[in-house]
């Protein structure tokens, strides 16, 4: 499998007692290899308007891995929504020229979980395996607090995924930019991120498809 991001992967243990936040924020665990050089993810943002869209580590140094994201779209709407997105709150570099989009983004992916690293070397958590629901990831980045929640969980091989049933860990993400209400990500603890949900602020909501 093409192990993956856009950025985070999961776990498939229900953890019954409570974790520290100190500890669940703190991302240790072997280097995964979803964050190697070379490692290419297939991301279908066809519901977006995207197309072309490619996903790619293309460096790994001192345990955080840039993925290179790219892809086009003529949703004039949408991409000046993007270009609303704060340069300091944004992990990595963003380049929007016309249709085209390309990005960088910095992350730590270990087998334990994923961290989101900005520019000011501060880190957000995206997803720690050992958290239970109701768990929260928090940074402040740019004087903006960004705050993560585990919202499910699953006990059973409940989530149907690249021709089978897996375990799943589902994070809400609340989002400051402007038309957005949140947006959710589907991680599993052995395939990463599996699916990506966008809640708009007019009750739509749009899927990004994560293949491996």
Known sequence: MKNLFLLGALSALFFFSSCGEEELSNINGAQSSFGLVGNTIDVRAGQLGFSDEELYVTKLENGVS???????????????????????????TMTITGNTIEAEVNAKITDKGFQAIYNDGSALTLVNYDAKVGDKFSATVGGITL???????????????????????????????PGVSSIEHIYNHKFGLVSISIHFEDGTVKYIGVEC
Do not use: R
């Open 66 to 92: 840039t993925l290179h994201c790219s892809g086009t779209n003529n949703n004039t709407q949408l991409m000046d929504l993007l270009k609303l997105v704060p340069a300091d709150i944004f992990p990595g």
């Open 147 to 177: 705050e993560n929640e585990v919202i499910e969980k699953s006990t059973d091989d409940d989530f149907f995924w690249g021709g089978m049933l897996i375990k799943v860990i589902t994070v809400k993400y609340k989002n400051p930019t």
